[in-house]
């Protein structure tokens, strides 16, 4: 009998072959073209087209990207997996289920065999071998393109060297200057050439980000101690792309979106080959090889700065054509979404179910894209931070965002009242009321404005502002039936939600709050005036908003600018709003430009202040570097050896200390002869018996190389002169014969690895080796009671981390046991990114808010807050899937409330729900947590009752019926009994 295949046996899904084009990226750094060649239902085989390149292990994370071509239209999909299985052929990578529409789009994409990125024509889609024409195509544009490019910037080159203000700035004399200008018309062919090629040669839209990051971390960027000319250059260099980054940095953005949807690949991956990065970076190398005066490279790089300015927005809209007659829009793109794979089994009812109005419940769920501010430059070796990538301006999509989670949730609460609604004529109709006009809206809230008592009426703007009108009725018969329009209501509802976003943000000192509370109301009337308060990036009332917070460091400090505390110009300028910019919003734009010229001073001095933390450690990072260096070089030397007394006392006297200068100075020569000296020593005293007769007149010479050098750093002439006296004893000996003095030998022990704090969890060490410069925390030290602070500098030799207050100043210096111990105890809690402006903060923190809302109503009954009829199904669904294993016997309930009609006609529809709710509440504490209980329709309800018998099942129903009986709703000053009909299944 042949024994079974086990292998087979446990096989539980079916293989499904399809040829997918696809990229694969692993834990955001390193992209991978691949084909998928095999799919079930929780697996992908993959096909690797550069598996010579990768490095790949089983147990990494990695995300799976690919478009497919559906019944209607293109759609990307991806996938968040885990590689399980390397082999020579290709790897395979494990999921959770897949969804419908993925293994749809699989299965009919077996055809296509292409990643295609979206275009203006649904017929044309881009495959691999169409991205090499692409490349090839851009590559012929930059050698025609750029060899006029650089011809103009030598022309821009004379111009500027010839002025005379350069010239008394840069230049010493007029030779120099002349003298720089004849190397340029010599060399002028190679260095169009050489920059050119360097351009187009090797070119790659994708980036490693850790590639970038070392790139940033470049020694020729970093502050040296003793190189003052290299730091001078790298801080006219950076002042150049910083600059040219701001001019350029919508078009930056546009073509980076563009360059996604032509080669596939996610944003955050994606490289600009002609950002002026790049192109100011092959510019430096080139200049820098026939040209080494700092002075004289500023004036070239302002020469660059003037072609860049005047001809680059030629070569990007060549590009941009370019890149549109490859499959990108030809107007302005819009950021890929991703489709992420969401199991039916696992999210499916949470995340793609059906508004009772038809449509797909909206996923917000897309790639982090990362684009490259020219703050950054400002930092030398700053690593890539949060605070330093780019997003489309939050107010871009917040309209967009909140409209339709308006609508959604409109949708839904239109269809849960159309299911109250009761036959006939019970509920009178509210269309038709009239509606509030803008001029009595504002009058309202200039009313509320000049009153004193703000604090007893309600804070949501919509029954603020209906108290208000009520009060101003009067004798009006039709005034008291008013209500809001659509339009105002939606804008009264987001204002709400906004304002107390900004309430709510934790590290919002009293001070502020209070501005914002006595200009809540001229905000809120110029939400009615001026929907583009909530749309636009740029509204001076948004950036006052911005401002005033980014001020609030110095409000508390009581700070003086320019003879002026700005407390007191702050206390002015919000009087002067609260009491005029209702009848006068045009005084919010005249507030944010007198707050200007308090606030960029401030915002000036905190970046100096940050540079200078950060040049102080970049500094020490060098020296340390050295030192650790020559460390290990004398360790492989003596470390676990017992080596003569007197070359230790050497090297602590100076030696050392001179090779770490020569590490400084990257002097290799001088440095190998100083090792040459500490190697002899050691060869001379362990054969110190045989040592030759002729050797002496050698070692007499290398005595004196020592005494004379050491004396450059040993200040201590006793200190010398008692080592070269050591030495010469001991290896030369004194009298005739010779006679060496004993030596005294030491053990050296070789330096032990601190060992980790054995109290603090593997995960916050590994939480701190994530973290990078910009993070922001809270210390609820004692001196720094829950004070924001940012992390503004990591080191690599020591590991610390060092925090600076708002302001720019040091306030902490953390080695990596430490900050990993009080982030494990709390007193250390990371915070949202300060530095991103305040109103956007409370805009994304407001519709988070309101797309966990959304979530929550497509599933639940907004009245009595039970799972409605669809969310029951799923979960009887769900149940029913995990009982069929199950040996116990479950119960599923329905409920009926009589005489609901009778209630709701004397309570009205508020009485109905109030009755709802009481009822509901008896069903869910009766019930628990072992019970599920939903709301069926208006008057009806259903549950389950697991793990019981049909007669156990059958108490807990007569239980429930005869509680909810006893149970009397009152109303006003009526009361009613509630009867109720049951039945079991």
């Known amino acids: 009998m042949a024994t079974p295949n086990k292998t087979s046996e446990k096989r539980r899904f079916k293989r499904h072959g399809t040829n997918v084009e696809a990229v694969m990226a692993i834990g955001d750094k390193t992209s991978i073209q691949c084909v998928i060649l095999d799919f079930c239902e929780q697996g992908l085989f993959l096909q690797l087209k550069q598996p010579a390149v990768v490095g790949l292990q089983k147990g990494k994370n990695a995300k799976i990207y690919f478009s497919a071509q559906t019944e209607s239209t293109k759609e990307y999909f991806q996938i968040d997996a885990q590689v399980a299985r390397l082999a020579d052929d290709g790897i395979g990578v494990v999921f959770d289920n897949i969804s419908d529409s993925m293994f749809t789009a699989l299965t009919q994409s077996t055809s296509v065999g292409s990643i295609a990125a979206y275009s203006n024509n649904p017929r044309f889609f881009l495959t691999s071998s169409n991205q090499e024409i692409f490349k090839d195509a851009f590559r012929n544009m930059l050698i025609n393109s750029l060899p006029v490019f650089m011809r103009e910037f030598f022309n821009d080159a004379e111009d500027e060297l010839e002025k005379p203000p350069a010239f008394a700035e840069n230049f010493k004399d007029v030779a120099a200057q002349t003298n720089l200008i004849s190397v340029l018309r010599m060399n ?26 070392k790139a940033s971390e470049a020694p020729e960027s970093s502050l040296s101690l003793v190189e003052k000319e290299t730091f001078e250059d790298w801080l006219n260099y950076s002042t150049l792309i910083r600059k040219v980054n701001t001019q350029f940095k919508n078009q930056l953005y546009q073509l980076e979106l563009k360059i996604s949807y032509v080669t596939c690949f996610p944003r955050y991956l994606i490289r600009n080959p002609i950002s002026p ?117 939050v107010t871009q999509t917040a309209s967009k965002l909140f409209n339709l989670i ?104 009293p001070s502020i709050k209070t501005y914002l509370e006595n200009i809540k109301l001229p905000l809120m009337a110029l939400t009615i005036q001026d929907p583009n308060f909530l749309d636009s990036e740029n509204h001076p009332a948004r950036n006052l908003l911005n401002q005033l917070f980014s001020l609030e460091s110095a409000v508390n400090q009581n700070k003086v600018i320019k003879n002026t505390q700005i407390k007191q110009v702050l206390d002015q300028l919000v009087s002067r709003i609260a009491q005029g910019s209702i009848n006068n919003p045009d005084i919010f734009a005249k507030a944010n430009e007198e707050l200007k010229e308090i606030s960029v001073p401030v915002a000036r001095a905190k970046d100096v202040n940050i540079r200078r933390v950060i040049e102080i450690y970049e500094g020490k990072q060098k020296l340390e570097k050295a030192r650790q260096n020559i460390q290990n070089k004398i360790a492989s030397r003596i470390a676990g050896k017992t080596v003569p007394g007197i070359i230790q006392h050497l090297l602590d006297s100076g030696w050392q ?70 030495l010469r004893d001991t290896l030369l000996g004194k009298g005739m014969p010779r006679v060496r003095k004993p030596i005294d030998k030491t053990f050296i022990e070789p330096k032990a690895k601190e060992p980790p704090n054995e109290f603090i969890s593997d995960r916050w060490y590994l939480e701190v080796d994530q973290l990078t410069t910009g993070d ?23 590991r610390n981390f060092v925090f600076v207050n708002r302001d720019g100043y040091k306030k902490q210096e953390l080695a990596r046991n430490e900050l990993a111990e009080l982030l494990q105890s709390g007193v250390v809690t990371q915070i949202e990114n300060l530095d991103e402006p305040l109103m956007d903060r409370a805009t994304t923190s407001m519709l988070q808010q309101m797309q966990e809302k959304l979530i929550h109503s497509v599933s639940h009954d907004p009245v009595t807050n039970l799972p409605n009829r669809k969310r029951f199904i799923n979960l009887l669904k769900e149940r029913i899937t995990r009982f069929q294993s199950s040996q116990y016997e479950h119960v599923l309930g329905y409920l009926e409330i009589e005489d609901f009609r009778i209630i709701t006609n004397v309570c009205g529809s508020l009485g109905g729900d109030q009755l709802l709710t009481q009822v509901a509440q008896l069903l869910d504490q009766t019930l628990g947590k072992d019970g599920i209980v939903s709301r069926l329709g208006d008057k009806t309800f259903g549950f389950l009752l697991k793990n019981v018998t049909p007669d156990e099942g059958h108490e807990t129903a007569k239980h429930i019926r005869d509680l909810i009986n006893k149970t009397s709703f009152a109303w006003d000053d009526k009361s009613f009994t509630i009867s109720v009909c049951m039945g079991l299944v």
């Open 406 to 509: 308006s609508q959604s949730l409109a949708a839904n609460q239109t269809s849960m009242a159309n299911l109250a609604q009761p036959a006939g004529n019970e509920i009178p109709s509210q269309f038709g009321e009239p509606e509030y006009s803008s001029d009595e809206l504002l009058s309202a809230l200039t009313t509320l404005q000049a009153s004193r008592a703000l604090q007893q009426l309600p804070q949501d703007a919509s029954n603020l502002l209906k108290t208000q009108l009520n009060e101003s009725a009067g004798s009006s018969p039709y005034f008291g039936t008013k209500t809001f329009s659509s339009a105002d209501k939606t804008k009264l509802d987001v204002y709400d939600q906004l304002f107390q976003a900004l309430l709510d943000e934790s590290v919002l000192t």
């Open 657 to 726: 200390h001179l090779l770490v200068m020569t590490e400084l100075n990257e002097d290799v020569a001088s440095q190998q002869r100083f090792l040459e000296v500490i190697d002899e020593l050691l060869a001379w005293y362990a054969d110190l018996e045989q040592l030759p007769e002729e050797q002496f007149s050698v070692i007499e010479i290398e005595l004196d190389f020592i005494s004379n050098t050491l004396n450059t750093v040993c200040t201590n002439a006793f200190i010398h002169g008692k080592i070269i006296d050591e």
């Open 277 to 393: 990065e790049q192109l100011c970076e092959c510019f430096r190398k080139e200049i820098a090889s026939i040209e080494e005066s700092t002075a004289a490279k500023k004036s070239l790089y302002r020469a660059f700065q003037t072609t860049l300015t005047d001809h680059l927005p030629s070569l990007y809209k060549a590009f941009d054509q370019l890149l549109a007659e490859h499959g990108a829009p030809s107007n302005n793109a819009q950021d890929i979404v991703w489709k992420k794979n969401y199991p039916t089994n696992t999210k499916q009812d949470a995340f793609t179910e059906n508004f009772s109005s038809g449509r797909n419940l909206p996923t917000f769920d897309n790639d982090a894209s990362f684009y490259p501010e020219s703050s950054d430059l400002l930092s030398p070796s700053a690593p890539p931070s949060r605070q330093a990538t780019y997003h489309p301006p």
């Open 776 to 798: 922001w925390f809270t210390f609820s030290l004692e001196k720094e009671s829950f004070e924001p602070l940012k992390l503004v500098w990591i080191g690599e030799i020591p």
């Open 188 to 213: 002028k062919d190679s260095l169009i050439a050489n920059f050119c090629d360097a351009i187009t040669s090797g070119m790659n839209f994708t980036v490693d980000k850790d590639e970038a990051r």
